[in-house]
């Protein structure tokens, strides 16, 4: 029965779509891109070869040899293929460097080639491996078994591979690599047993535009702007490099002005240039064997370099900012990059990919610096080993009650004494010591426990209140800060009170502070819960007045009794202009009939200068830091009776 080439050549039109489409979509860039493109490539010569041997098959014995020929250039691409696979099922898995670039892995790997490749050579002149036969017909010789036993040996390697490494990939793309395999083997067997049926090439050429679509999904994982890889791929990457254990540096670069050029130039012309910049990376990494590329949007290019090459990170580094600070020309006009580079290295500095995208977010967050910045050096200054273990650190806070409550007094100047106290969350470890809330009060809101340290704090307070060393203290309330996360609690009204319900303290005598920061978030849920609160008697008191976010209008509709101006805006020493500022921000809150707690004094005579504004309430360390409880309760039993003079601030205190 004379043989069907239809289905070679649909496997032509899929491999040569793919390549196309590898091409359009800018697959180009990286190991694993380039090595899926060659075995697409290999597996299209092999179909071309494939469809040549049989057409000069059926002119009969006047194209002999070239019928040879063709079947041994099919054979030899053929036998390339699965190898090729291997390489990029080992690229996929980001073990390289446990196999690749072990010799004894290569050479124990490249021998069954070898040995194919040899027999191959050799049949030209023994036959052993084929034959065409004076009639034209192409006949298997003893040795073909090699062949399949190759195959066979290569598709084991590549399970084995995936099998042994399945923790590296989402389960979506371990199934999608690993079904391949029957697939292929049972059209093997099928064009094995029915010699006419030629389908081995296009089952292989569906599971190759299969692996494009599910497996590399370049609309997901490659930016259109660049063709480097997305934030999701470079993520996954430093996964893959924590569960092999492989060892690398990241050199990061953060174009810092990025935004304010997107708005200057507008979407396309920003588009061009961030290919622009692109391509500078590009060509000053040329020196680099195996990097990889990332874009994570707005300005944020991660480069992600093999261990061999750390020496020549810096120079490179180096490179990559003096050429982007040269900037670019866009309609006649010079734009001026302000570029960060920083070098990072893995598992020395990060050691996956959760503590690499906080160093990000860090990094994000330093100024202009002419210069390559070093992980190492960063990290000492900004506590990155104290937030790299936050977690930990927070939920063995909350089991073993390392967090304690901390009040600091409020001075009424009308009644000239001490009337009202903030309570204050503090944190102190055997390996760290005391932790900045401002440390880790934002990671509590990211991991939900500050849910738990809420309730924590108000079971303190209330418990305070309601024993008997708090009754003849004076003080009337006690300001409890409710975080963003908090603000936004369903059940939070509800909760609150059930506390305070357990512990017989009256709502009048807690006072609920919120941040201007939080009043800008899911603005209706907000104003739900302070509703729902002030309703059931509780007070309500603005912090952090003047951090940026403020708006008068916003704190009118809110049931609010009190504003506390920010130390933003009562460091007049800092700065004289904020002496109208103050002025003028203390006369719009009194006209609203609210009263106003002056926040960070630190000096008598700017004490005496918010006195004379009108401020109602005076808090800082001119009278006393926060302290705790005891000692709280001791110095306010000590200034009872007296008007506090205060202490000038002493350089280094924290508040």
């Known amino acids: 029965m004379e043989k069907i080439l239809y289905f070679d050549y649909a496997a032509v039109a899929i491999y040569g779509l793919v390549i196309i489409s590898c091409i359009t979509r800018k697959m180009l860039k990286g190991r694993m891109n380039r090595d899926f493109l060659i075995m697409v490539i290999i597996a299209f010569a092999s179909t071309v070869f494939d469809i040549l041997s049989l057409f000069t098959e059926r002119l009969g014995a006047d194209f002999n040899t070239p019928q040879f020929i063709f079947h041994t250039l099919y054979i030899l691409t053929h036998s390339f293929a699965l190898p090729y696979y291997l390489i990029f099922i080992i690229n996929l898995t980001g073990t390289n460097h446990l196999t690749v670039k072990n010799p004894t892995y290569n050479i124990l790997v490249s021998i069954p080639l070898e040995i194919e490749v040899f027999v191959l050579v050799l049949n030209f002149f023994t036959h052993k491996l084929f034959v065409i036969d004076s009639a034209g017909v192409y006949i298997r010789g003893p040795l073909f078994f090699i062949n399949y036993l190759v195959a066979v040996f290569y598709a084991v390697a590549c399970m084995a591979q995936i099998i042994r490494h399945h923790r590296t990939l989402q389960p979506k793309v371990f199934w999608s690599v690993f079904i391949l395999f029957p697939m292929i083997a049972t059209a093997v067997l099928l064009q094995f047993f029915f010699p006419w049926l030629i389908i081995e090439m296009f089952s292989i050429a569906i599971c190759v535009m299969y692996v494009s679509m599910v497996v590399l999904r370049p609309e997901e994982n490659i930016d259109a702007e660049t063709g480097f890889l997305r934030a999701n791929s470079y993520v996954d990457q430093i996964r893959k490099m924590k569960l092999t254990g492989k060892h690398g ?109 906080l160093f990000d977010s860090q990094f994000g967050d330093l100024p202009y610096h002419q210069g390559v910045y070093y992980a190492k050096e960063i990290m000492r200054q900004k506590n990155y080993d104290i937030i790299q273990s936050l977690d930990q650190i927070l939920e063995d806070a909350i089991n073993n009650k390392k967090f304690e409550v901390y009040y600091q007094p409020i001075y009424s100047v009308k009644e000239r004494r001490f009337t009202v106290a903030e309570a204050l969350i503090r944190l102190k470890t055997e390996e760290f010591g005391f932790i900045p809330p401002d440390l880790f009060i934002p990671v509590a809101e990211q991991n939900g426990t500050i849910h738990r340290i809420g309730r924590y704090v108000l079971e303190e307070v209330c418990r305070f209140i309601s024993s008997e060393d708090f009754k003849d203290l004076g003080i009337t309330s006690i300001d409890v800060n409710l975080s963003t996360v908090q603000c936004l609690e369903k059940n939070l009204a509800k909760e609150i009170s059930l506390i305070l319900n357990e512990y017989k303290v009256e709502p009048s005598q807690i006072n609920l502070e919120i941040t201007e920061t939080a009043a800008t978030f899911e603005y209706a849920e907000l104003q739900k819960n302070i509703e729902n609160l002030n309703a059931r008697g509780f007070q309500f008191s603005l912090d952090d007045f003047g951090t940026g976010y403020s708006n008068l209008g916003r704190a009118v509709e809110m049931p609010l009794s009190v504003i506390k101006l920010d130390k933003s805006i009562t460091r007049i020493e800092q700065n004289t202009k904020l002496h109208a500022i103050g002025e003028h921000t203390v006369r719009m809150i009194k006209e609203m009939n609210m009263d106003i707690v002056a926040e960070g004094i630190e000096d008598e005579k700017t004490l005496k200068i918010f006195e004379e504004m009108g401020c109602d309430f005076i808090q800082g360390f001119y009278f006393s830091k926060p302290l705790p409880k005891d000692e709280f309760i001791k110095y306010i039993r000590e200034h009872k009776n007296t008007i506090p003079k205060g202490t000038d601030y002493v350089e280094g205190a924290t508040e």
């Open 249 to 357: 540096s990241i050199i990061l670069i953060n174009i810092s002005n990025f935004r304010s050029i997107y708005r200057s130039l507008g979407y396309q012309s920003s588009v061009q240039l961030t290919y622009e910049v692109a391509k500078v990376i590009t060509r000053q990494c040329e020196t680099l064997n195996g990097v990889e590329y990332y874009y994570l949007g707005n300005g944020r290019f991660r480069l992600v370099a093999e261990n061999e090459d750390r020496p020549l990170l810096p120079d490179c580094a180096k490179k990559i900012q003096e050429s982007l600070s040269e900037g670019f020309t866009f309609r006649d006009v010079l734009i001026s990059l302000f570029c960060n580079v920083c070098i990072m290295s893995i598992p020395e500095n990060v050691t996956d990919e959760k503590s690499a995208m």
